[in-house]
């Protein structure tokens, strides 16, 4: 894995360095200003490459370097599947469209790929009665297009500060290492390690100092890639698929939250705001330690810390009671729960007037 490693760090470096340096690069990616964003807590134009890091390497380990190594074959499978979704992610970074329903129907032929070359099927939830239309073949391939591409969407949407996607991605990569069974593919554990090194190579860059994004295609790209190795990890070893659920929760939920929140305050959920949890969380942290704009890579620290800290007992617990459907219920009650204590109590008054009508502390 060494290989996929050097090279995601070699080309971050690259669009690193050159960033603003190359004129291509600075008339191609300089223009979308990442404080433009609503939910953006930068103050200057970085490089949105780091994204283009992770889908490069993995091409080039897979397709030139171990072109003659059929263990790669999955991986190569995969990354030809998600070229819709990182494509989808490139149009929003070079703001060649404002359109939301344009991205959503390009990152949908991925999940109409995933179905038709990667044959993954969710034939059942553990509850009768969608199980009974997800008996129907074309239920079936419309599910595994939406969940394609909400968690994309998800993670795109949790992808606010520096190091939270891709600590969150190395964390349920190391999860699914860690529950690999007799039961797993070779080639299966290939494609999980692929996306652990070639994030890890973005990593470095990206936290805590911000020297690199992801960009949308990048948090897509992830998303995708995730989604599918947690479902490859399902489908082999016969786990419960509240099992899925469970190891995704943090970015479903906050989605979940998310349009619900905006339908509240008569928004469209298509639209971005400042009132995601980690975004929260940042205010409090900034207003209750007053770091400084020298030492804003702090804030990203603890920010990024918290979240961690609050997911990652649920990774464990998901790997501990993989096979149980009621166990897994049970333990999503328990995450919905908590979010909905942490977000509460991370709002300002402020923020409480703007989606509840009411500022009592």
């Given at each position: 894995?060494?290989?996929?490693?050097?090279?995601?760090?070699?080309?971050?470096?690259?669009?690193?360095?050159?960033?603003?340096?190359?004129?291509?690069?600075?008339?191609?990616?300089?223009?979308?200003?990442?404080?433009?964003?609503?939910?953006?807590?930068?103050?200057?134009?970085?490089?949105?490459?780091?994204?283009?890091?992770?889908?490069?390497?993995?091409?080039?380990?897979?397709?030139?370097?171990n072109n003659d190594q059929e263990i790669y074959e999955q991986t190569r499978?995969?990354?030809?599947?998600?070229?819709?979704?990182?494509?989808?992610?490139?149009?929003?970074?070079?703001?060649?469209?404002?359109?939301?329903?344009?991205?959503?129907?390009?990152?949908?032929?991925s999940g109409f790929l995933t179905w038709y070359i990667l044959d993954l099927?969710?034939?059942?939830?553990?509850?009768?009665?969608?199980?009974?239309?997800?008996?129907?073949?074309?239920?079936?391939?419309?599910?595994?297009?939406?969940?394609?591409?909400?968690?994309?969407?998800?993670?795109?949407?949790?992808?606010?500060?520096?190091?939270?996607?891709?600590?969150?991605?190395?964390?349920?990569?190391?999860?699914?290492?860690?529950?690999?069974?007799?039961?797993?593919?070779?080639?299966?554990?290939?494609?999980?390690?692929?996306?652990?090194?070639?994030?890890?190579?973005?990593?470095?860059?990206?936290?805590?100092?911000?020297?690199?994004?992801?960009?949308?295609?990048?948090?897509?790209?992830?998303?995708?890639?995730?989604?599918?190795?947690?479902?490859?990890?399902?489908?082999?070893?016969?786990?419960?698929?509240?099992?899925?659920?469970?190891?995704?929760?943090?970015?479903?939920?906050?989605?979940?939250?998310?349009?619900?929140?905006?339908?509240?305050?008569?928004?469209?959920?298509?639209?971005?705001?400042?009132?995601?949890?980690?975004?929260?969380?940042?205010?409090?942290?900034?207003?209750?330690?007053?770091?400084?704009?020298?030492?804003?890579?702090?804030?990203?620290?603890?920010?990024?810390?918290?979240?961690?800290?609050?997911?990652?007992?649920?990774?464990?617990?998901?790997?501990?009671?993989?096979?149980?459907?009621?166990?897994?219920?049970?333990?999503?009650?328990?995450?919905?729960?908590?979010?909905?204590?942490?977000?509460?109590?991370?709002?300002?008054?402020?923020?409480?007037?703007?989606?509840?009508?009411?500022?009592?502390?």
């Amino acid at each position: 894995m060494t290989d996929i490693f050097l090279v995601s760090f070699l080309l971050a470096l690259f669009f690193w360095i050159s960033n603003g340096r190359i004129s291509w690069l600075k008339k191609i990616f300089l223009p979308r200003s990442v404080i433009t964003d609503p939910q953006s807590i930068h103050k200057k134009s970085i490089s949105r490459l780091g994204g283009t890091s992770i889908f490069l390497s993995i091409l080039i380990t897979a397709f030139f370097i171990n072109n003659d190594q059929e263990i790669y074959e999955q991986t190569r499978a995969v990354i030809l599947c998600s070229i819709p979704m990182f494509i989808a992610g490139i149009i929003d970074d070079l703001r060649l469209s404002s359109s939301a329903y344009l991205r959503i129907a390009i990152m949908s032929i991925s999940g109409f790929l995933t179905w038709y070359i990667l044959d993954l099927r969710i034939e059942s939830v553990d509850v009768w009665f969608l199980d009974y239309f997800l008996q129907i073949p074309l239920m079936q391939f419309l599910f595994i297009c939406v969940a394609v591409v909400g968690v994309s969407n998800a993670f795109n949407i949790v992808d606010g500060f520096n190091g939270l996607v891709k600590s969150h991605v190395l964390a349920i990569g190391l999860s699914l290492i860690a529950g690999l069974s007799i039961n797993n593919q070779q080639e299966t554990t290939l494609f999980f390690l692929v996306v652990i090194f070639s994030t890890l190579g973005v990593f470095i860059f990206n936290f805590p100092f911000g020297k690199i994004f992801l960009g949308d295609s990048g948090a897509y790209l992830l998303g995708f890639l995730v989604s599918i190795a947690v479902i490859f990890h399902y489908q082999q070893n016969d786990l419960s698929p509240w099992y899925v659920l469970v190891l995704l929760s943090y970015p479903v939920f906050e989605v979940i939250f998310s349009v619900i929140r905006k339908i509240k305050i008569k928004r469209s959920p298509l639209k971005p705001d400042d009132l995601h949890l980690h975004m929260l969380i940042h205010k409090r942290v900034k207003k209750s330690f007053g770091v400084s704009e020298d030492f804003f890579w702090l804030n990203h620290i603890c920010v990024t810390g918290i979240l961690f800290s609050f997911n990652f007992p649920f990774l464990l617990l998901a790997q501990t009671f993989s096979t149980s459907s009621i166990s897994l219920m049970f333990i999503a009650l328990i995450y919905v729960l908590s979010y909905s204590a942490v977000y509460f109590l991370s709002l300002s008054s402020k923020d409480r007037l703007r989606i509840f009508g009411t500022n009592n502390e």
